[in-house]
């Protein structure tokens, strides 16, 4: 399984992103996908995830602001990322999910200026 995630950048504060991750390989049954982030100098924090049958789990700084979705028939997660702050500049990571393994994507990196 690999994933490829695609959509980050360098915006100003109040504007909008969406990043996006694709699933290729193997994937069969039950899986969840979302995406972590991480800032210079800090831990690997999750932001939001998506179950199989759309139940979703957001961190509480980005409930509200974040939305998160997905395309099962194409095995891609979505993240569209709405009113950014600067404190939302951090490499995100997708991830997946299956069988209890756990895949990693590479990281995008989303820049927030004030």
């Known amino acids: 399984v690999q994933l490829q995630a695609s959509g980050g950048g360098l915006v100003r504060t109040g504007r909008s992103l969406r990043l996006s991750c694709a699933a290729s390989?193997?994937?069969?049954?039950?899986?969840?996908m979302g995406w972590y982030r991480q800032a210079p100098g800090n831990e690997r924090t999750l932001v939001a995830n998506?179950?199989?049958?759309?139940?979703?789990n957001y961190a509480a700084s980005v409930k509200g602001r974040f939305t998160i979705s997905r395309d099962n028939a194409n095995n891609t997660v979505y993240l569209q990322m709405n009113n950014l702050k600067p404190e939302d500049t951090a490499l995100y990571y997708c991830?997946?999910?299956?069988?209890?393994?756990?895949?990693w994507g590479q990281g995008t990196l989303v820049t927030v200026s004030s």
């Open positions: 991830y997946l999910i299956v069988h209890l393994r756990t895949t």
């Open positions: 390989g193997s994937i069969f049954g039950l899986t969840t």
């Open positions: 998506i179950n199989s049958v759309g139940g979703t």
